[in-house]
C-alpha cells in the first residue's frame, strides 16, 4: 500500500497530493521531516536501517524521519517518526530546512534525550 504526501514547489506550497512512490519516482519535492537524536553529552543516535525499507535497507544513519502526511505538520511528523521507528516519544525543535534535489523537502528537527521518553522498545546508548 503507497502513502499519500503533499506535492509542494520551492516555497512548501501545496501542489496537490500524489503517492510517495511517484513523488520519489518522478523527483517531485514533498514534505519531509528527519530528526537527529542527541543526549545530554552531546553524543548523536546513529541506527542501522531495517532490511525491510525499500530505500537504503540496512545502511546506518543519524537521521530518523519520513515523509509527512497530508495535512500533517512537520513537527507532527518528526515526532510520528520517532514514535515509530525508535518508540521515542519527544518534542523535537526545528534545526533548519533546505531542499534536497533528490524531490525531498526537508525539515530537519533534533531531539535531546533530557526531554524523550523511552517507549517499550526503547534505544539504549552503546558506547564504544
Known sequence: MDEWVERVDGRD?????VSRR???REGWLHRVAVTVCRDERGRILIHRRSEQVSR???????EVGGAANVGESYEQAAARELAEELGIRALPRLLFTFINRSGLSPHCWLADRAG?????AGVALHPR
Open 13 to 17: 506550497r501545496v501542489l496537490g497530493v
Open 56 to 62: 537504503f535497507p540496512g545502511l546506518y544513519e543519524v
Open 22 to 24: 511517484e513523488a520519489i
Open 116 to 120: 524523550a521518553r523511552l517507549g517499550p
